[in-house]
């Protein structure tokens, strides 16, 4: 059987024939990590667990933080993750391997054409309140709850 580092290079390898670079790799068995690097973007993919594998994505020339394809899917194609509803981080957007990939294959020229555009900026700001919006609404969710 293939390690889980084995089986994701597998499918992830195609983004370095677009000029990504593999800049971090772990892969000790149960967990791991694998980031691709390109100009505009970071792609990471850990996991725990074998296959429970997350996929984010960090916009190079921003703050560092990752932003979950689940949002990343709703900003670009407007699909509504219900699974990841107010309050509930998607942080744990866990899937296959090959679903994953899937995403990122069917995805990557319509995101980094975002990433070159003169609208950047907005499509960050878009960004930024969809991974923003679940926070807050955690935050006040607790703050406001009351147990009896």
Request: hydrophobic share 35%; charged share 25%; aromatic share 12%.
């Amino acid at each position: 059987m293939f390690s889980t580092s084995k089986r994701i290079r597998a499918e992830f390898d195609f983004l370095l024939a677009r000029g990504y670079t593999v800049v971090a790799e772990s892969d000790a068995g149960r967990v791991g990590s694998i980031a691709y690097r390109s100009r505009l973007l970071w792609i990471g993919l850990d996991w725990q667990d074998y296959d429970d594998l997350a996929l984010s994505f960090t916009l190079t020339g921003t703050t560092p933080n990752s932003i979950p394809w689940p949002i990343v899917d709703r900003v670009l194609n407007g699909n509504p993750h219900l699974e990841f509803n107010r309050g509930y981080f998607p942080e744990s957007g866990a899937g296959p391997i090959a679903q994953l990939s899937q995403f990122v294959r069917e995805n990557i020229d319509k995101l980094e054409n975002q990433l070159r555009s003169t609208s950047r900026a907005e499509f960050e700001a878009r960004l930024r309140q969809e991974t923003d919006a679940p926070r807050a609404a955690l935050r006040e969710y607790v703050r406001t709850r009351r147990f009896r």
